[in-house]
């Protein structure tokens, strides 16, 4: 079912969703992901990122617009169809901000073997799998461990590697490098690299501008007001400053030079050169 | 730049006001450390390279020798046929390799627990019977309709219910104890679940031992974050007020990633049924197994007769 590399996997036309007896979290939403893109949904916390990846994975549905996954509505029925539901669920894997809640099972080994169970393979390709993908990600000691014992680097991994098993063609990914240590990030931006260059479309959701250049080839930019402001390349999004503000994605710093009190935009990805009036250029 | 208040700089002190004592919080952290301790030994990370034999018979046999022999525990009248299911119990724990840091919390336990539980029992003003030890004399007579006790006193007769009873909890608790000691909990709630406990019951048993843990982690760090604010010992009535509200805090935790974890399955193609990687399968051993439970629970009820 998973579409060649190019075509459109998920259309969102003007989605509006919100939660129960709350403001819209998303307001009039439109974009596409293509095959084989790697896109960055950004925006301040709050913005709607994480929703828009539920909608994404056919776990919440929009209040008005529509989410369709290779021209196929996302919608209940739909996903209780078979064999669109089971196999939509094989190909999107969705890895959530929290490792605790994505790991329910009492042993790494039946983590990894939920999804593929649950697609009713047989034992021997599901023991297979899970040895080749622990293999992958380099966690095979981890096998018979609980996941409540592991480091939040191990949890994400096993996480990861929870949806890898099933072989998906799309990854979503809710702030995937949160609460991670440097090696930790590095590892996983290495393999999700790694992913991306095997065909796999790759749609992360973050406000941590330094993970662009890794992470995206494509930026959607979500305002505080629930909105799109800006779709493109990470290089074009990224220079925009202005932009950057208004959607409290950078924020104004002011700091001190001798007696001097300077202020400026401020963002942690893209250094800025400027000169003090005592003559000095530096970067920050 | 924000200017900020003058109070806030180092070594600032809001003028009057009285030296709070310091604050010791014991109570709570024990228990939630005790509490801790206790789930750590409950969720075992793997088998060891020890793993006895028992381990490897099939959850169900397991399940199914083990609930019989506790319903025959608890038809036994006989002080000598409950002592003889205990040692016997205790025997295969040992055999199969239960740790003792397992063992030994319930046999220490279970025991004192049910006694304290059983003291009225051993009342002659309970259970009747002539008098070992007379604790004290009342001067008799009547309130109302009944007639009070000349005499308040241990009795032989008491003694020894209480005395079945502990030895029955005790013997109970050590069978559940060596059926969880060497079954997997997920082979476990496997087991369940084909001997047909309903589905839902299953996943609540499955969901509370895995997360268990994180809502205790949840838990210690409310603590922790309130002690780290601490100034002042509040007293134990305030404390256990605090307590109360951090289970209202813990709960609307709990909720919040029970929606995540329902998200999480259901994005991974759960719908409903919990299906088992390498399902059990009855093999020879296992119907020995279930044959060896079913005569020694027959021996115990005849030996149990005989002796009435």
């Known amino acids: 079912m998973s579409g060649p590399s190019g075509e459109t996997v998920f259309a969102v036309e003007g989605v509006r969703f919100a939660y129960p007896g709350q403001p819209p979290c998303l307001d009039g939403v439109s974009f596409e992901v293509r095959g084989g893109e790697r896109l960055a949904l950004v925006g301040a916390n709050g913005s709607g990122k994480s929703t828009l990846l539920h909608l994404l994975d056919g776990l919440y549905f929009p209040g008005e617009g529509r989410v369709a996954y290779l021209g196929r509505p996302l919608t209940e029925d739909a996903l209780e169809e078979t064999p669109f539901g089971p196999r939509f669920r094989q190909e999107v894997g969705f890895l ?9 099972c009492p042993m790494v080994e039946d983590e990894l073997a939920f999804g593929p169970l649950q697609m009713g393979w047989t034992q021997d390709e599901v023991l297979r799998r899970i040895e080749d993908t622990l293999a992958l990600l380099e966690i095979s000691r981890l096998r018979g461990r609980s996941p409540a014992g592991l480091s939040a680097g191990e949890k994400k991994r096993v996480a990861l590697a929870s949806l890898l098993v099933l072989s998906p063609s799309v990854l979503l990914l809710d702030e995937p490098t949160a609460g ?78 001798g007696r001097l009190v300077h202020s400026h935009p401020h963002q942690h990805v893209v250094a800025h050169e400027h000169v003090h009036d005592h003559g000095h250029t530096h970067e920050d | 730049m924000t200017a900020l208040p003058e109070w806030l700089r180092p070594g600032a002190r809001p003028s009057g ?51 019989g022999l506790i319903v025959v525990a608890t038809f036994l009248r006989g002080m000598l046929p409950l002592a003889v299911c205990l040692g016997l119990t205790l025997a295969l724990s040992v055999a199969a390799r239960v740790p003792g840091r397992r063992l030994l919390p319930v046999l220490i336990a279970v025991p004192l627990a049910s006694a304290a539980l059983m003291l009225p029992a051993t009342l002659n003003v309970v259970s009747g019977g002539s008098p070992l030890l007379v604790l004290w004399r ?105 307590a109360a509200a951090g289970v209202g805090a813990v709960f609307r935790r709990t909720r919040a990633l029970a929606d995540e974890v329902t998200l999480a399955m259901v994005s991974r193609g759960f719908t409903g049924e919990v299906r088992l990687l390498r399902p059990a399968r009855w093999q020879r051993k296992d119907w020995l197994l279930m044959a060896v439970a079913a005569a020694v629970g027959a021996a115990l009820l005849i030996l149990d007769r005989r002796l009435a």
Request: overall charge positive; proline content about 5%.
């Open chain 1, 180 to 257: 991670l240590d440097p090696r930790s990030q590095s590892l996983l931006l290495e393999i999700l690299e790694a992913l991306h260059a095997r065909g796999l479309t790759l749609v992360t959701a973050t406000h941590d501008l330094t993970l662009l250049p890794h992470l995206a080839d494509r930026v959607i930019v979500l305002s505080e007001e629930h909105r799109l402001v800006a779709d493109g390349a990470p290089e074009r999004v990224l220079a925009d400053t202005d932009l950057l503000l208004a959607v409290n994605l950078i924020h104004a710093h002011s700091h001190r030079h």
């Open chain 2, 17 to 67: 006001g009285v030296s709070p004592r310091p604050a010791a919080h014991r109570l709570l952290r024990r228990t939630l450390g005790a509490m801790g301790r206790s789930l750590a030994l409950l969720v075992r990370e793997d088998d060891g390279p020890n793993a006895g034999a028992l381990r490897a018979a099939d959850p169900r046999a397991k399940l199914l020798a083990a609930v």
């Open chain 2, 138 to 242: 009342t001067a008799g007579g009547a309130l109302g309709p009944w007639r009070l006790p000349e005499i308040v006193a241990i009795t032989g007769d008491g003694l020894l219910v209480a005395g079945r009873m502990v030895l029955r909890t005790t013997a109970c608790a050590a069978l559940a104890l060596l059926l969880a000691a060497t079954t997997r909990p997920q082979q476990l709630l496997g087991g369940l679940r084909s001997l047909g406990v309903p589905q839902a019951f299953v996943m609540v048993l499955a969901m509370a031992e895995r997360y268990l843990a994180v809502l205790l982690r949840s838990a210690q760090e409310l603590h922790l974050a309130r002690l780290a604010r601490s100034v002042a010992a509040i007293g134990v009535r305030r404390e256990e007020a605090w």
């Open chain 1, 96 to 104: 959530f901000q929290s490792s605790d809640a994505q790991l329910f």
